[in-house]
């Protein structure tokens, strides 16, 4: 199963810290073979690092760094396509994404408008890149995780993606 790196613990935030999530690491870690990636240390930008946001201008969103302005957007998305393409090896059953961050968010990204004006309307960067390569593939965020009721609908629809491939 995919996972945002972060979660297991690996201290790979901008900051140098982690999003260890418990109930990932200690109750289904067990149960999982964890294929960890952080998408931004992978594509070379370091720890510690200037944090990175979503910026929307016209049609067009952009990961930039907050203070710099440093763009992203396009070194992230090439990596981004090689680095999925290169999952398909893993064989992945389901993938948990780090929420709310400009490269693993999949639900309610912030997102700053060309006006200044805020939104939390984006998706990051490496998850669309994920969504559109497995469309089918069971993906939850970490956060949402912790409602019983989504954690076990994740669960289920991970056992029932993991049966129809066994059956070719």
Not at 72 to 96: H, K, P, S
Not at 139 to 148: C, H, K, Q, T, V
Not at 149 to 167: G, I, P, S, T, W
Request: net charge negative.
């Amino acid at each position: 199963m995919g996972i945002s790196a972060c979660l297991l613990g690996q201290e790979v935030r901008f900051d140098g810290g982690h999003k260890r999530d418990r109930f990932l690491t200690d109750e289904l870690g067990p149960h999982v073979e964890w294929v960890a990636v952080c998408p931004e240390v992978e594509v070379g930008m370091g720890i510690p690092r200037e944090p990175v946001q979503l910026i929307r201008i016209g049609e067009t969103t952009r990961m930039m760094t907050t203070s710099t302005g440093l763009d992203y957007t396009d070194r992230m998305n090439e990596w981004a396509q090689a680095r999925v393409e290169a999952l398909v090896g893993e064989d992945l059953d389901g993938y948990v994404l780090k929420s709310k961050s400009p490269s693993c968010g999949l639900w309610n990204v912030r997102v700053e408008h060309a006006d200044g004006s805020p939104a939390n309307d984006g998706r990051g960067l490496f998850a669309s890149v994920l969504l559109e390569r497995f469309p089918s593939l069971p993906i939850e965020e970490e956060g949402r995780l912790a409602d019983p009721h989504l954690r076990n609908d994740f669960l289920e629809r991970v056992l029932a993606y993991r049966r129809l491939k066994d059956r070719g």
